[in-house]
């Protein structure tokens, strides 16, 4: 079964550092379920190509497993260009439970440093 209460993803969409080994283990350590989204044009994407149409592929897995009611919290594991880390992260805003974890490279290591549904809006 692929679902658990919380579900770790590992998003690659830059190339480079492949997150999937750091998130499934995150996740067996956690007793929790791990799911992987990964780049299918070849590496980086190059600045004349559909980079709306990446985001909204990754957004569109997201809010597909954010929605099954087994899921109660995501846990994003990315290695992507900040554009389109930004425009996900819009994509959601503080609508869902979702945590956000940072690879600390001294450590090799993801750890959560932001949990986006405790997000709040000031002013």
């Excluded at 299918?40 to 592929?57: H, I, K, N, Q």
């Excluded at 929605?67 to 389109?84: A, I």
């Excluded at 290591?109 to 709040?120: A, D, F, I, K, T």
Aim: a neutral charge.
């Amino acid at each position: 079964d692929l679902l658990s209460s919380e579900l770790y993803v590992s998003l690659n969409l830059s190339g480079s550092i492949d997150p999937r080994g750091a998130v499934e283990r995150l996740a067996q350590s956690d007793g929790m379920a791990a799911a992987h989204i990964r780049n299918t044009y070849g590496g980086v994407l190059r600045p004349d190509e559909d980079w709306l149409r990446a985001a909204r592929e990754v957004v569109t897995a997201l809010k597909m497993w954010s929605g099954d009611e087994k899921v109660e919290r995501l846990h994003l594991c990315l290695n992507s260009p900040l554009s389109l880390a930004f425009v996900i992260g819009m994509a959601f805003g503080n609508q869902i439970p979702m945590t956000v974890h940072h690879w600390f490279r001294a450590e090799s290591v993801y750890r959560p440093v932001m949990v986006l549904n405790e997000l709040q809006r000031r002013g």
